[in-house]
Structures are given as structure tokens and as C-alpha cells.
């Protein structure tokens, strides 16, 4: 008895929509933080947008909820619900921004940066296993691509142009 395979779907170009780039991309997004939903997040009860928002703020601190959206490319309803998960941790700190009583500045509570810190180690050490076998130039120029298609996504958005994943 012969197995059938099934057809792949394709677009209307013909192209194979699980090899095209931003199917890539996506995936790569997915593979590297699978690790992170499968042990780091469970232990810590921390999710991945979570660690997002504490990844800005261990970085920016004293950044507001719409400069996480930008520096993180999140969307505002999922800072906003990360936030409140974390204050609600204890390990973020809202203070209202003294030139501007409108604005709410974001730090990590102590209890944050520990944590911050402490897995700051393991995404480092992700990141080393990612680009394990991909050499320094390599490196630099899929920074700079990235660069690129970051720009070009904000320049996008900034103009009212959509796009849906």
C-alpha cells in the first residue's frame, strides 16, 4: 500500500508558503523561544511577553508602556497585559514621570532585576546556540537585514499601512 503526500499549499505565486522568508522568520522565532515556554516560563511563572517587556526595561529603565511597543515591536495590548501581570509580581515599578504627570515611567523592582539577571544568562546562552555554526560576517549581515526589515516595518506601520501575519 502506497502513501499518498498530500499537495502543499501555494499562493498565488506558486510559492511554497512553509518556505517562503517570512514563514522562516517565524519559525525561527518560534524554535528559539520554545525553550523558553517549555521550562523557563513554567518555573518562573513568567510568559514570554513578560520577559519581552522585562528584556526593554532591564535594558531601558525608567521607559514608558509605548516605548516598550517600540523598542519590542509588541503590540500595546500585550504590554499592557504584561505590565500588569509583572506589577502584579512585584517586579516592575510605576512612577509617574516628574517632567510629564501624563506618563508613567517602568523600571524592574529589585525581585525584577534578580530575575532579570538570572535568566538573562539562559538567553544569552539560547542566543550562542542559535548562532552556533554561523560565522561573525554572516552574523553582521543578518544584523543588518534585520535592521533593515525593522525600519522598513516601522516606516509601514508609520504610514497606515497593515499587514497581517
Known amino acids: 500500500m502506497s502513501q499518498r503526500r498530500q499537495p502543499r499549499a501555494r499562493t498565488e505565486a506558486g510559492i511554497q508558503l512553509d518556505e517562503s522568508l517570512f514563514f522562516k522568520l517565524v519559525r ?7 525553550p523558553f515556554n517549555e521550562g523557563i516560563g513554567r518555573r518562573h511563572d513568567l510568559s514570554l511577553s513578560d520577559w519581552r517587556v522585562m528584556m526593554v526595561l532591564g535594558s531601558h529603565p525608567g521607559t514608558t508602556a509605548s516605548e516598550v511597543c517600540q523598542r519590542s515591536g509588541m503590540d500595546k495590548m500585550s504590554v499592557s497585559r504584561a505590565i500588569a501581570a509583572l506589577a502584579r509580581k512585584r517586579r516592575v515599578l510605576r512612577k509617574p514621570d516628574p517632567a510629564d504627570g501624563r506618563r508613567t515611567l517602568l523600571r524592574l523592582s529589585s525581585a525584577g ?5 538570572e535568566l538573562s544568562v539562559s538567553a544569552r546562552e539560547r542566543e550562542r546556540q542559535v548562532f552556533r555554526g554561523v560565522g561573525a560576517p554572516e552574523q553582521a549581515r543578518l544584523s543588518a537585514t534585520l535592521d533593515r526589515l525593522i ?4 516606516s509601514a506601520d508609520a504610514g ?3 499587514g497581517e501575519a
Open 28 to 34: 525561527v522565532v518560534n524554535l528559539t523561544a520554545r
Open 113 to 117: 532585576q534578580r530575575l532579570f539577571d
Open 151 to 154: 525600519e522598513a516595518l516601522v
Open 160 to 162: 497606515g499601512a497593515s
